[in-house]
Nanobody, 121 residues
């Protein structure tokens, strides 16, 4: 069974940094696409950053230059380094995985439970 567990969320002041991690286990295929998403209260879930099975990376315009997605394939772990955080980055952050490349779309089959990020001004 595929299992994704996020960690690293917390509360920071604007301008601060956080690093999110997502441990992936049980995936039946050697390569897969992964992504980070976020959802603020009352808003739809949106894609933040994604890596496809060939290693190509995409970012939402709102986080370009501030967030960096990476993965350690040996550890089956996905990361999201978030710098220069803004209050509007406040949301529940989720990681997702699928063999199909959904990019920043939300069609991924497997999702974690989320980790809360709160940025105060």
């Amino acid at each position: 069974r595929v299992h994704l567990v996020e960690s690293g969320g917390g509360s920071v002041q604007a301008g601060g940094s956080l690093r999110l991690s997502c441990a992936v286990s049980g995936y039946p295929y050697p390569t897969y696409c992964v992504g980070w998403f976020r959802q603020a209260p009352g808003q739809e879930r949106e894609g933040v950053a994604a890596i496809d099975s060939d290693g190509r990376i995409s970012y939402a315009d709102s986080v370009k230059g501030r967030f960096t997605i990476s993965k350690d394939s040996a550890k089956h772990t996905l990361y999201l380094q978030m710098n220069s955080l803004k209050p509007e980055d406040t949301a529940m952050y989720f990681c997702a995985a699928d063999v199909i490349d959904y990019g920043l779309g939300t069609g991924y089959a497997y999702w974690g439970q989320g980790t809360q990020v709160t940025v105060s001004s």
